[in-house]
């Protein structure tokens, strides 16, 4: 299938030696003579990728950009700006609104098949599907500034030290940036309203956190606190938002796998709802399992604490406690100097409830 672009040009011979040059390249071209033109070209038939000029009659470039940016179904199509008009502050003022790239006249067929490929291929790469969880997003950031970028990003900062059990935040107060964690592991918790804590996350070595309530601007929903020491960075507002909202589809993206994680938060506390006790300190085990063991041929030991490992199952740390000696008696499990070793994986996963 070709790539369709559009492009809307009001001079005849640059729009139609823009078009020869795309469409000899292999793009199906759809040209308009006007700003207002190209807008309802754009409604119907959906490019994969606008060239727009600026200087234009009825409606210019920049009237252009904001029209679809206003609606949905047009926001993240890529869009170049062509024109002859090469001062700063024009072509500041066309990035500031959304614009992706910026071509100035006159220009050689080279420069504009660069900026054509060079966008395309983001374009590209935000359309694969990312896993829900932090690597889903580091992956998803690593796609778009580079493989790199992350750790370009957090390098060279302040790390901060967290002994076991010490807050990095709490519910209520308001975020200021994000965290990244060098070393160690978090957990993130809500407390019921009948005092009971609830794990929603578990966190590992390079992963972010605390960026839901930053990028919706409210208070933290939930408390993170270390689960053993460990070593932080924390990354202020303003670097984040540079680093992930630099192209409007990296941002819509990026609140797209906001929204899942936050939906299978959801799901969890319907499984909470309807599972026994042993399944879910069975299920429990496993999720450290799946997030903390490095060697995968090695047997699994971990050494939480009796009430972590109960807010975790969503249970009281009595009704954990009988459940983990059921399990040592039917040697599922071994506890040793304050380790639980799992014996027998396959049968905490197959757990009946």
Not at 43 to 51: C, E, R, S, T
Not at 114 to 126: D, F, G, M, Q
Not at 166 to 186: A, D, M, R, S, T
Not at 323 to 344: P, Y
Request: charged share 30%; hydrophobic share 40%; with cysteine.
């Amino acid at each position: 299938m070709m790539i369709k672009i559009l492009l809307i040009e009001d001079n005849k011979e640059v729009r139609e030696n823009t078009a020869e040059i795309l469409e000899l390249a292999g793009y199906e071209v759809a040209t308009a003579a006007e700003g207002k033109q190209g807008v309802e070209q754009v409604l119907q038939h959906k490019p994969d990728l606008i060239i727009c000029d600026i200087m234009m009659p009825v409606l210019d470039g920049y009237g252009v950009l904001h029209m679809l940016s206003k609606n949905i179904d047009t926001a993240s199509i890529p869009f170049i700006f062509l024109t002859a008009k090469a001062e700063r502050s024009d072509m500041r003022k066309g990035m500031e609104m959304g614009a992706d790239d910026y071509i100035t006249k006159p220009f050689d067929k080279i420069e504009l098949l660069n900026a054509v490929e060079s966008r395309l291929k983001k374009i590209e790469h935000l359309k694969r599907e990312y896993s829900n969880d932090l690597e889903g997003i580091s992956g998803f950031i690593g796609d778009i500034r580079g493989k790199d970028a992350l750790e370009k990003f957090v390098a060279g900062r302040k790390i901060n030290q967290y002994k076991k059990k010490q807050h990095i935040y709490l519910e209520g107060n308001y975020p200021l940036g994000i965290y990244f964690i060098n070393k160690g592991k978090v957990k993130v918790y809500k407390i019921h309203e009948h005092g009971r804590e609830f794990v929603t996350s578990l966190l590992r070595e390079g992963e972010f956190f605390g960026y839901s309530s930053l990028f919706e601007d409210s208070m933290y929903g939930e408390s993170a606190q270390a689960l053993e020491d460990s070593e932080i960075t924390f990354l202020p507002k303003e670097d984040v938002t540079s680093l992930i909202f630099s192209n409007r589809e990296v941002a819509r993206r990026f609140m797209h796998i906001l929204t899942n994680n936050i939906n299978e938060h959801q799901e969890k506390l319907i499984e909470l709802a309807y599972s026994s006790v042993r399944k879910r300190v069975a299920e429990a085990l496993i999720q450290l399992r799946n997030r903390y063991q490095k060697d995968k041929d090695a047997v699994f030991s971990i050494a939480i604490s009796r009430d972590d490992l109960a807010s975790i199952a969503g249970t009281a740390t009595e009704s954990l406690i009988r459940t983990l000696s059921d399990f040592k008696e039917e040697r599922l499990i071994e506890i040793s100097a304050g380790k639980i070793v799992l014996l027998n994986e396959r049968k905490l996963a197959e757990m009946k409830n």
